[in-house]
């Protein structure tokens, strides 16, 4: 990887870590952005992470841009030294697929779409070399994710599967976006899956959709009083497939302050990942089962 250091005027430095995105990249970049969030630079006003990059901004009368630059090179060296692992959690969220609110809403921006004659599972599936939607669902759900990022929306968390590159789903997002996306739907644009947090405009293909609320700006959700955001970077989830009486009574449960996430404290190793994924893997779900 060689990272890529770009200005953005006089006020940001955008610094990418690789064009494609990756594990090694993220751990890279994170480890940059929580050490200069940490080394006190003088000036420096915001510090916004990515799935593999990150920006600064800083105010150029405390220091100047090629300064910044600089500062931000020295930490690079110690960031490639850094240990790949960090303490997390594995997070179980609940997967209504084909649920009949997201089919509503694909259906009426089929003009907008590769594929105007089918749904979007239906595409992914096809694209992806799978026989059946069924059989695209398990690898969907079969494998857990990492939260590489959260934002572009608030609370929306970006999440990469971790398996090898050779079994990375891909999907295109639509042609041109839609202008409707129902709150709390699982989506998938390129190589990442996302929960969209509130309902907007939205161009990623739509899966199904979650009971379960990620961000709560009133604090009045039981599990989100500590914090309006659920998500952080380096959180794993595992998505759980349920159907239609199950999610009623989930979102009937979180209205009630009845029900809360399974959620259980994991160390993920990145070197230990890459030697032996399926092992790791099951080593997560594990923890989670027995949470």
């Given at each position: 990887?060689?990272?890529?250091?770009?200005?953005?005027?006089?006020?940001?430095?955008?610094?990418?870590?690789?064009?494609?995105?990756?594990?090694?990249?993220?751990?890279?970049?994170?480890?940059m952005s929580n050490a200069v969030r940490?080394?006190?630079?003088?000036?420096?006003?915001?510090?916004?992470?990515?799935?593999?990059?990150?920006?600064?901004?800083?105010?150029?009368?405390?220091?100047?841009?090629?300064?910044?630059?600089?500062?931000?090179?020295?930490?690079?060296?110690?960031?490639?030294?850094?240990?790949?692992?960090?303490?997390?959690?594995?997070?179980?969220?609940?997967?209504?697929?084909?649920?009949?609110?997201?089919?509503?809403?694909?259906?009426?921006?089929?003009?907008?779409?590769?594929?105007?004659?089918?749904?979007?599972?239906?595409?992914?599936?096809?694209?992806?070399?799978?026989?059946?939607?069924?059989?695209?669902?398990?690898?969907?759900?079969?494998?857990?994710?990492?939260?590489?990022?959260?934002?572009?929306?608030?609370?929306?968390?970006?999440?990469?599967?971790?398996?090898?590159?050779?079994?990375?789903?891909?999907?295109?997002?639509?042609?041109?976006?839609?202008?409707?996306?129902?709150?709390?739907?699982?989506?998938?644009?390129?190589?990442?899956?996302?929960?969209?947090?509130?309902?907007?405009?939205?161009?990623?293909?739509?899966?199904?959709?979650?009971?379960?609320?990620?961000?709560?700006?009133?604090?009045?959700?039981?599990?989100?009083?500590?914090?309006?955001?659920?998500?952080?970077?380096?959180?794993?989830?595992?998505?759980?497939?349920?159907?239609?009486?199950?999610?009623?009574?989930?979102?009937?449960?979180?209205?009630?302050?009845?029900?809360?996430?399974?959620?259980?404290?994991?160390?993920?190793?990145?070197?230990?990942?890459?030697?032996?994924?399926?092992?790791?893997?099951?080593?997560?779900?594990?923890?989670?089962?027995?949470?």
């Amino acid at each position: 990887m060689k990272t890529r250091y770009s200005f953005g005027g006089d006020e940001h430095i955008f610094v990418e870590m690789d064009e494609e995105m990756s594990l090694d990249a993220f751990f890279k970049s994170i480890s940059m952005s929580n050490a200069v969030r940490d080394s006190g630079i003088k000036g420096v006003t915001e510090v916004c992470p990515a799935n593999a990059s990150f920006q600064v901004k800083f105010d150029p009368d405390v220091i100047k841009p090629d300064a910044m630059l600089a500062e931000l090179k020295k930490l690079e060296t110690a960031a490639e030294k850094a240990e790949k692992r960090m303490a997390t959690r594995i997070v179980e969220v609940p997967v209504f697929y084909r649920d009949p609110w997201t089919h509503e809403t694909l259906m009426r921006f089929r003009e907008r779409h590769q594929d105007p004659n089918g749904t979007d599972l239906d595409y992914a599936a096809r694209i992806n070399g799978f026989d059946t939607v069924d059989a695209f669902i398990e690898a969907h759900h079969s494998n857990p994710w990492f939260v590489s990022m959260v934002g572009f929306v608030a609370g929306l968390p970006f999440l990469y599967q971790l398996v090898e590159r050779e079994r990375q789903l891909q999907v295109p997002k639509y042609l041109r976006p839609r202008t409707d996306t129902p709150k709390q739907t699982v989506g998938y644009g390129g190589c990442f899956a996302c929960i969209y947090s509130v309902r907007g405009a939205g161009g990623y293909q739509m899966f199904g959709i979650t009971p379960m609320p990620i961000y709560d700006p009133t604090q009045k959700i039981s599990y989100l009083s500590d914090f309006m955001v659920f998500f952080n970077p380096g959180d794993i989830v595992k998505w759980k497939p349920i159907g239609r009486e199950e999610y009623d009574q989930i979102e009937a449960d979180v209205a009630k302050g009845a029900w809360a996430p399974k959620i259980a404290r994991v160390d993920f190793d990145l070197d230990a990942f890459n030697a032996d994924v399926d092992g790791t893997n099951k080593k997560l779900m594990e923890a989670l089962h027995g949470a």
